[in-house]
């Protein structure tokens, strides 16, 4: 009744022992360099989405967005209102960012971590 769009049920699939893995490698780095790292994991996985994102104007792929939380953490995520009905329902590309996280978590993690000590002189 009343003709409204209903949205199917949203379920997400993340890589845990990933992220398990990343969490102990993160506890054992110095906390100057922790910011550091999850601001360049964040923008690591952002930049894989947007490269996978569904364009029909640019708009979507444009409002990709990283913002720092509370300092020990990152929020990612798209700035436009249609972008979870995007997510869930594109024909071809639905789940591009679920998808982008679970094929690219450990390499970006990787990747933010040797940045982020090399940047102080350490060795990888």
């Keep these: 009744p009343g003709g409204g769009c209903v949205m199917p049920e949203t379920t997400a699939t993340i890589p845990e022992a990933q992220i398990k893995n990343f ?15 999850l601001e360049d994991m964040g923008d690591g996985i952002v930049g894989e989405a947007q490269t996978t994102a569904p364009i029909d104007t640019g708009a979507l792929s444009e409002s990709h967005y990283r913002e720092d939380f509370d300092g020990d953490g990152v929020v990612i995520g798209v700035n436009v209102d249609y972008g979870l009905a995007v997510h869930e329902t594109h024909p071809s590309k639905s789940k591009w960012f679920l998808n982008a ?12 971590i040797i940045k982020a000590l090399r940047s102080r002189g350490a060795e990888s």
């Design 101 to 112: 996280i679970n094929r690219n978590f450990a390499r970006v993690g990787r990747k933010a």
């Design 23 to 37: 969490m102990q490698r993160m506890r054992r780095l110095p906390e100057e360099i922790k910011p550091e790292v």
